[in-house]
């Protein structure tokens, strides 16, 4: 995991050379760790320096499909709701548009019902704080 790691957060891709000397692995030892890894998949070498491998892109596609936004955030999702006594949503960027995903109603007698329940998408003429925030962050 250790050279995986390190192909994957060169800033270039790596040489065998470079892979020894940021893990501090012998070179052959390196060498014996990329041919197996490039056996499955996880790197490709061209030229003499080193990829990620398409076998991640599909490791990463099935562990997304299995991820559970809701229940990895809900209790940071819960934190800042307490600490704000306000409303809180989550919603994740999907195109030019924001998708719902789930909301903790603030414990106070005044709260913001929204219009839009969760797995919904405003239109994107809506002015809500979310739909704000994400056109504030795009890109120029």
């Known amino acids: 995991m ?3 790691q390190a192909v994957a957060d060169a800033p270039q891709p790596p040489t065998a050379a470079s892979l020894a000397r940021s893990c501090g692995y012998p070179r052959p030892t390196v060498y014996r760790i990329v041919a197996a ?3 499955q998949g996880m790197v490709a070498e061209t ?3 080193y990829r990620l491998g398409t076998r991640l892109m599909s490791l990463a596609s099935r562990a997304w499909s299995q991820f559970d936004l809701r ?3 809900a209790p940071d999702l819960q934190a800042l709701r307490d600490a704000t006594g306000e409303t809180v949503h989550l919603a994740v960027p ?10 903790l109603e603030s414990p106070g007698p005044v709260r913001m019902v929204p219009i839009w329940p ?3 998408t405003p239109p994107a003429s809506a002015c809500c704080a979310t739909c704000r925030c994400r056109r504030a962050c795009r890109a120029p």
């Open 94 to 103: 999907a195109g030019q548009e924001m998708i719902y995903i789930d909301k």
């Open 118 to 120: 969760p797995w919904t």
């Open 47 to 49: 030229g003499g320096v």
């Open 37 to 39: 890894l490039a056996e």
């Open 71 to 73: 229940a990895a955030l």
């Open 2 to 4: 250790t050279v995986l």
